[in-house]
Structure formats: C-alpha cells, structure tokens
C-alpha cells in the first residue's frame, strides 16, 4: 500500500484541528448568546414566587421551562404559562392548601431579546400578568414560531398586524380576559381592526381569540378564515360579532373540527354551509340571536360529537330532528330555543350520547312507552352512556316511562315543570 507523505498527514491535521476549533468556538458563542438572551428576558421580568429561581449559571437547558435543541443548545422552547391560573375570579388551588403559592403570576416587560432565539418554536405565557401593555411587536419577527400563546395576560389594545409574518405558526392563542371598567358592563382589553394579515398564517390549525374584540371587523372575518386550509379549531367565544353569519363564495374549511362562535351577537339562521364540513366534530352557537329552522341535516354530520346550540329563538320539530341518525353525537344542548312535538322512540339508538339538555322549549305530548336502540347499541339497557338528561320547562304530559329507571349511567335528571305523572 502507498504511504501518504507526511507532510500531507501534517496539513490534515492542522486543518482538521481548526476546523474542530472553530467549530467549537461557533456552538460556544452559539451558548454564550442564548444564554444571554434568556437573561436579559428574565431582567425585565417580576417574578413574585421565584419561580424562574433556577434560571442561573451556564447550563440553561436545564432552567424552568427552558427547552433546547440536542446537540447545539439552541433554545427551541419556552414554556412559563402559570401553572395555578386564576379563572372565573377563583383562584386555583385553594389557599388553605398552597397558602400564598396560589398567586404565580409573571408580570412586567418582555424584553425584544427574544428575536435573538432564532431556533425558538413554542412560547408560552399565558395566564399571566402583563397588565396594560400592548402585546409586542416584535413577536411578529419571531418567524420560526410553530406554537404561539399569550391568553390571558392582561394586553390591551390591538393585536398587532405583523403576526401575520408567521408563516410557519399553528397554534395561536391570544384569548382575552374581561375587565370592567364603567356603568356600561365590561369591555375587552383586546381588539383588533383589520383581519386581513391573518390570511398569511397559511400554516395555522388552531386559532382561539375568545373575549377579543371584533366589532370593528365586520363580516369579513369568514372570507379571511376561510382562506386558511388547515384550519382546524376556531374559538371566537365572546368577540362582539354581530349581524348575520355570512356565507363564504367557497367553503375551504376542508380540515375544520371545532367551531365556537358562542356568547356573540349574530341574529341571523343557522349558517346551513355548516353543513358541507363533514369534518366537524364540535359546533358551539349558544347564547346568539339565531333564529328560524334548525336544519336537520345536522344529524347527518357523520363526525359530530358536540352540538350545543342553547339560548338562541331556533325552531323546528324534535320530532324530525330526533330521527336523524345523529352517529357519534355525545352532547346536545338545544336549550331555551322554541322546539315544540314530542321525543320519538328513535332517540334510543344514540348509543355514545352523555349529555342531552332540551329545557325551556314547547315540547309535548308523552315520553315514550318504550325506546329502541338495544340492539343497535349493543347493551342491555338503554342509551347506555346517558349521563345527564334535562327536560324540565315543557309541556310534557302522561306518565312516566318505566325506561327511565333503566338508564345505568345517569347521574342527573330533571323533568320539573311539565305534567308528567308517577304511576
């Protein structure tokens, strides 16, 4: 075999021991400017309870919350929701158990150091207390975000536009919280004006902006959402949407699974393109002005599980409604509405319903003498997975149903305020 010269033997080592260094030398600074990052964000931060109290020394992939890439140390996540939320003015745990842990709150200002995490991927800060600043602009250049979120941190004012530079982000949730301010109610913190950067988040599956203001928006925001292909939740609970619900000129919402558009102001029917979104599995409209038919194609949904649609003036026949096939349905709200006809038999073959609230509508007539649906449900009693059923506030009349008594699994059930009899 030929021998290398040694001189070339010499000249590959010098170089692989450069290459060796420099490339050390590279992840070193790499470490040294993540750390200092992380730091300098910690700096304008006012942290109560210590809970970022291991956010020392060098080795901050080990820090609370601090997620990093194997092998390069760059940071990839940060995860500081508070662990103990403070939700419906009740905190979480209870004080007698964590005495005064209970308030875990981060507050104060987020450092633009932030943009310096350029492998960063998941932040998450929600539930935690940055009253009354604006949510920061420069997250809109944070451009490797996959994971986005910022509920419930007391930001006011308007969601800046440039989140829509975040091509890459699936998962954005800026949830408001409520603050009363005047005599006139309560009034969100948050708005937004103009929804149309939110059609470059061409990557995003999930979207919740529940408590944020979209008056000013008007109908559009269904043609803009609309636009977004992978869309797979919706949450626009309590956004002061209001008028009717719009159609969109094609329905893109190929991927759509949970829809909640609840506790708005739409007066309006029932948006019947719903009904073209086989993917559906969740549907919440409840505490709206809808009004007119409820379309029985709902029942047809081969993917629904949820359908709550309570406190609105909708109509219709239970009757047809009931004997729709209704294949996954769990939980039917349909609640202070104006339904009138009688609960048909048929109703026996929803074999995974939980959950079945028809309160405060004109239903009459008697329950009925027996229901189907052993078979179809393979059990031996009936609606074997009935948890709670509601139907006081009727015009229910007859007497009561020897089914009744074999339903295994309710736990919670009320037929007060019709004329039902006990034989």
Known sequence: MERIPVFILVILYFISTEVACNGYTHINNNVQSERRALIDFKSGLTDPNNRLSSWKGNNYCYWHGIGCENGTGFVVSIN????????????????NEY???????????????????????????????????????????????????????????????????????????????????????????????????????????????????????????????????????????????????????????????????????????????????????????????????IPLGLGELPNLQHLDLYGNYLEGSISQLLRKSWKKIEFLNLCENDLHGSIPSSIGNFCNLQYLDLNNNNLNGSLPEIIYGTETCNSKSPLPNLRALYLFGNQLMGKLSNWLGELKNLEQLDLSHNQLQVD
Not at 80 to 95: C, T
Not at 207 to 234: H, R, Y
Request: charged share 15%; hydrophobic share 40%.
């Open 80 to 95: 500081l929701r508070n662990p103990y939320p403070i939700e419906n003015d009740i905190p979480y745990p209870p004080e």
């Open 99 to 293: 005495g005064n842990q209970i308030y875990m709150n981060l507050s104060g200002v987020i450092s633009p150091s932030l943009i310096k995490l350029k492998y960063l991927k998941y932040l998450d800060l929600s539930f935690n207390s940055f009253k009354a600043i604006p949510i920061p602009q420069f997250f809109g250049s944070m451009k490797n975000l996959i994971y986005l979120n910022l509920s419930h941190c007391g930001f006011i004012g308007e969601i800046p536009s440039n989140l829509g530079n975040l091509s890459n982000l699936q998962y954005l949730d800026f949830s408001s919280k409520y603050t009363y301010h005047n005599d006139f109610g309560y009034s969100s913190d948050l708005f937004i004006k103009n929804i149309e950067w939110m059609t470059s988040l061409v990557s995003l599956k999930h979207l919740s902006a529940n408590n944020v203001n979209f008056s000013m928006v008007g109908s559009q925001w269904i043609e803009v959402l609309n636009k977004l292909p992978m869309l797979i939740e919706l949450h626009l609970d309590d956004c002061s949407l209001f008028g009717s619900i719009p159609s969109p000129s094609f329905v893109n919402f190929t991927s759509l699974s949970v829809i909640v558009i609840s506790s708005n102001e739409f007066n309006s029917t029932f948006p019947e393109w719903l009904l073209n979104v086989s993917s559906l599995v969740s549907i919440d409209m409840s505490l709206n002005i809808l009004h007119g038919r």
